[in-house]
T-cell receptor, first 113, second 112 residues
């Protein structure tokens, strides 16, 4: 295990639903990340938090809303998603932004119907 | 624009055989290159990391090489095992930039 956990592991939701993804890291890291991984495509960086402050919002649609209440927890709130949002959503953490070593969680497999 | 290209997209090998995966990048200024292994249903896990001055790094049956002049890296898997079936992702870091550049990955399937 990498020390980064994500729940739920699988999620199926309709386009009108509201759901949240949760990430928790037990490594004492100060930076956390959300990535989207679609089949046969490189990981796409969505959001970056450093010391609970958002430092990156990579042109992500507003139907994705991140929240970082403390340095150990990261949420991704979802609402009115589209079928093309179906993907694996990965959370990662690193000691700080200057550290290139990122530790990934197992991901949440999201299916939008 | 920083890019990472991996080849082949997928490959199938018989258990016990060797294989080599390729990674070409345009990331500049270069800081380091990592190979990650991602099992189905899991997040990526780092296998090796190489900086500019390193040209070979091993982790068990995995050996990574780096040619910083040609901006190419390879990952060689020796005596493959069924557990090597996974996606292998090349990730390159630019100096002074926390954003990583990811390849699309190579899916390796090892068959008995």
């Amino acid at each position: 295990e990498t020390g980064v956990t994500q729940t739920p592991r699988h999620l199926v939701m309709g386009m009108t639903n509201k759901k949240s993804l949760k990430c928790e890291q037990h490594l004492g890291h100060n930076a956390m990340y959300w990535y989207k991984q679609s089949a046969k495509k490189p990981l796409e960086l969505m959001f970056v938090y450093s010391l609970e402050e958002r430092v990156e919002n990579n042109s992500v649609p507003s139907r994705f809303s991140p929240e970082c209440p403390n340095s150990s927890h990261l949420f991704l709130h979802l609402h009115t998603l589209q079928p093309e949002d179906s993907a694996l959503y990965l959370c990662a953490s690193s000691q700080d932004l200057a550290s290139y070593e990122q530790y990934f969680g197992p991901g949440t497999r999201l299916t939008v119907t | 624009k920083n890019q990472v290209e991996q080849s082949p997209q997928s490959l199938i090998i018989l258990e016990g055989k060797n294989c080599t995966l390729q990674c070409n990048y345009t990331v500049s200024p270069f800081s380091n290159l990592r190979w990650y292994k991602q099992d189905t249903g899991r997040g990526p896990v780092s296998l090796t990391i190489m900086t500019f001055s390193e040209n070979t790094k091993s982790n068990g049956r995995y050996t990574a090489t780096l040619d910083a002049d040609t901006k190419q890296s390879s990952l060689h898997i020796t005596a493959s095992q069924l557990s090597d079936s996974a996606s292998y992702i090349c990730v390159v870091s630019a100096a002074n930039d926390y954003k990583l550049s990811f390849g699309a990955g190579t899916t390796v399937t090892v068959r008995a």
